[in-house]
Antibody
Framework: QVQLKESGPGLVQPSQTLSLTCTVS????????IHWVRQPPGKGLEWVGA???????DYNLALKSRLSISRDTSKSQVFLKMNSLQTEDTAIYFC???????????WGQGVMVTVSS | DIQMTQSPSSLSASLGDRVTITCRAS??????LTWFQQKPGKSPRRMIY???NLEDGVPSRFSGSRSGSDYSLTISSLESEDVADYHC?????????FGAGTKLELK
């Protein structure tokens, strides 16, 4: 069945780089796009970016200068890298799948990232 | 960028009430509008896609509609399990954008 799972460090120091992995199963990254969404504590959802099934990417314009999304299709993994982290980047980071019927048909459990010294 | 204005930000209703949440798009998004439900500590769950299509397994008391640039999620008869946060998402154009969310509580 379709599954997505995020992994990465729970704590990152300010100004450092965040690296997250979304490992998927039950479908191919060359058939479905993957989106990253984040949610600061007690706040709403924010679209971070996407890697499309063809391999191209799109980013939240406010994050674009610090953000990179890539993938390894052989390992069914999507990677998010964000540099120059600030406390405002503290959030739960989710990856989600875009299915044939549109965005967000399956989601990972999310990973909490805290930016703090 | 397309802005999604979601209202109300919070809503208190009684069991059996009809509840409506609305998102207004700042530009034409066609039917590229998705509604998600999110319970505390959980990932979002897709409820409605393509503005009006009910996700498999979602109770039929949920429905989505469109009137011009206004998109609505309606719960015809509120049940206790519907208490959650609700979010809309436009996906016609990058960057995709969410509404600010609606917190639905029981009165």
């Amino acid at each position: 069945q379709v599954q997505l799972k995020e992994s990465g460090p729970g704590l990152v120091q300010p100004s450092q780089t965040l690296s997250l992995t979304c490992t998927v199963s039950g479908f191919s990254l060359t058939s479905n796009s993957i989106h990253w969404v984040r949610q600061p504590p007690g706040k709403g959802l924010e679209w971070v970016g996407a890697i499309w099934s063809g391999g191209s990417t799109d980013y939240n314009l406010a994050l674009k200068s610090r953000l990179s999304i890539s993938r390894d299709t052989s390992k069914s993994q999507v990677f998010l890298k964000m540099n120059s982290l600030q406390t405002e980047d503290t959030a739960i980071y989710f990856c989600s799948r875009e299915g044939n019927s549109g965005s967000g048909d399956y989601w990972g459990q999310g990973v909490m990232v805290t930016v703090s010294s | 960028d397309i802005q999604m204005t979601q209202s109300p930000s919070s809503l208190s209703a009684s069991l059996g009430d009809r509840v409506t949440i609305t998102c207004r798009a700042s530009q034409d998004i066609g039917n590229f509008l998705t509604w998600f439900q999110q319970k505390p500590g959980k990932s979002p769950r897709r409820m409605i896609y393509g503005a009006t299509n009910l996700e498999d397994g979602v109770p039929s008391r949920f429905s989505g509609s469109r009137s011009g640039s206004d998109y609505s999620l309606t719960i015809s008869s509120l049940e206790s399990e519907d208490v959650a946060d609700y979010h809309c998402l436009q996906s016609i154009q990058c960057p995709h954008s969410f509404g600010a969310g609606t917190k639905l509580e029981l009165k």
